[in-house]
């Protein structure tokens, strides 16, 4: 079951549960910037209205992220 949660600046919980319905996940990156779209196939949904995540990470961290874990998986 995918979802996605965020806290915003004012301290708020914003969540996005999937639930059980087919996502898509698309990955746009930029020189500078990562962008990961999910969005839910969600039927019967008027188009535009589907749930959604859009995340916008700068690279360097998205980076060190993977590094991080892969380093992380080959102790393992």
């Known amino acids: ?3 996605v949660i965020i ?3 004012n301290g708020r919980r914003h969540e996005v549960d999937f ?3 087919d996502i898509t996940v698309e ?3 930029s020189g500078d910037h990562v ?3 999910i969005e839910a196939s969600d039927n019967g949904v008027p188009v535009g209205k589907n749930r ?3 995340v916008n990470i700068p ?3 998205l980076s060190k992220a993977m590094a991080d874990l892969a380093r992380k998986d080959r102790r393992s």
């Open 19 to 21: 639930e059980d319905a």
């Open 1 to 3: 079951m995918a979802h």
């Open 35 to 37: 962008e990961l779209v």
């Open 52 to 54: 959604f995540a859009l």
């Open 7 to 9: 806290r915003g600046g």
């Open 59 to 61: 690279r360097h961290l």
């Open 27 to 29: 990955l746009h990156a």
